[in-house]
Every structure is written in C-alpha cells, then in structure tokens.
C-alpha cells in the first residue's frame, strides 16, 4: 500500500517563498511518476507540476518560472519549490504518484499567502 504524506505548508506573505516534501513508503518510488496539484476553496482541483521517473518536468502556465519540481529516489521524496508566491497560489496542495495499478494521493498541506 502506498502511503503519502505532504508537508512544508503554511502562511507566507506575497513574495516569499515555501518548499513542500512529499514523503513517500510502500512503493518502488524511483520507477513512478509523481505530481503535485491543489485546490483552492470553492475551486475545482488542478494541476501544478509533474515530473517523471527520469527527471522530466512539466509545469501549469500558472506556476512556470516560479514553481519548481524535483525529486530525490534515495529519499523516496518528492519537492516543490515555490518561489514568488501570489494570494492566488492559496490552496491546498496534493502530491500524487501514478502507479500501474492506480494513482495515490497524500492528505495535503494547506498553503496560505496573504499580508
């Protein structure tokens, strides 16, 4: 069973900066894609960025430039950095990894950005 667990949420005022980790067990990590998508209140969940076992990375029109995902298979870790932050990046924020069998998500981290 894969588990995730997000974290690194919390508020920060427009401008800053945060890092989110996704802590994952359960699975052979390196081999899957993983991604990271959020929602905001009253908003349908969407995607943010997503990369792939080999380091590929796609990103939102949103968030590129800003936004940046990584991964480290030795730590069966996901990353985003999000650098810039607007009050419109306010959500909570999932990560996801796609397995042959299904896609796992974590519980999510909420993201707040306001003065």
């Known amino acids: 069973q894969v588990q995730l667990v997000e974290s690194g949420g919390g508020l920060v005022q427009p401008g800053g900066s945060l890092r989110l980790s996704c802590a994952a067990s359960?699975?052979?990590?390196?081999?899957?894609?993983m991604g990271w998508y959020r929602q905001a209140p009253g908003k349908q969940r969407e995607f943010v960025a997503h990369?792939?076992?080999?380091?590929?990375?796609t990103y939102a029109g949103s968030v590129k430039g800003r936004f940046t995902i990584s991964r480290d298979n030795a730590k069966n870790t996901m990353y985003l950095q999000m650098n810039s932050l607007k009050p419109e990046d306010t959500a909570v924020y999932y990560c996801?990894?796609?397995?042959?069998?299904?896609?796992?998500w974590g519980q999510g981290t909420q993201v707040t950005v306001s003065s």
């Open positions: 996801n990894q796609l397995t042959p069998a299904k896609v796992y």
């Open positions: 359960g699975s052979s990590f390196s081999i899957n894609a």
């Open positions: 990369i792939t076992s080999d380091g590929t990375t």
